[in-house]
């Protein structure tokens, strides 16, 4: 009996707390590593470049919810002789503690898809696998409703698919963004 009144004491807290509540957008863009690495080739490479991506969420309390699309520029490795671009649509949830600042810190994980374009030589191949993310960042409050974000991502891609191998695909992103919620 205690340890349910304590659980409703604890929740009635919760509801107590002032809660924010819409949707919002935004865009965010930074600079990425993206490791590609290949068992039988031996192939393991970094190339770095720009990334952008957009999303449209919503945001409750401590919680936002996502749909974001990412798209990863034409990188080359191994001597330019592969290629590879990806697009990656992921479904994000961040966590917001409730800190009263205008700094506000959050982390986040998020699972999607990630379309691989991927061509050696003359031999092209495109294919689509699962990916997942975890990010941690802080959100700068800039104006009413406004907000600054500035954070770091691990993203795996999953494997890309070209003349019966399997290149596994990584992401490593520092990025900055503005978050405009309603």
């Known amino acids: 009996m205690k340890n349910i009144l304590l659980l409703a ?17 935004g865009l965010k863009g930074g600079l990425e590593d993206i490791r590609v690495k ?9 190339e770095s470049d720009l990334v952008g991506s957009a999303f449209v969420g919503y945001h409750y309390s401590f919680f936002r919810f996502d749909l974001e699309y990412t798209y990863h520029p034409e990188r080359e490795y191994a ?9 990656t649509g992921m ?3 961040y966590f917001e503690p409730p800190v009263k600042s205008f700094l506000m810190p959050y982390i986040g994980v998020g699972a999607g898809i990630n379309y691989h374009d991927t061509e050696v030589g003359t031999e092209s191949d495109s294919n689509t696998s699962f990916a997942w993310s975890a990010a941690v960042g802080l959100g700068l409050e800039v104006s009413n409703h406004v907000y600054l ?7 795996d891609l999953g ?21 405009f919620e309603y």
């Open 9 to 25: 004491a604890l929740f009635c807290s919760f509801l107590s707390l002032p809660a924010q509540a819409g949707a919002y957008f």
């Open 159 to 179: 494997k890309a698919k070209i003349a019966d191998e399997k290149i596994k695909t990584r992401s490593q992103q520092g990025y900055i963004g503005l978050r």
């Open 79 to 87: 001597d330019k002789t592969l290629k590879m671009t990806n697009h």
């Open 38 to 46: 290949d068992k039988d080739l031996d192939l393991r490479e970094f």
């Open 149 to 155: 974000d500035v954070g770091y991502r691990y993203m």
């Open 91 to 93: 479904a994000n949830l």
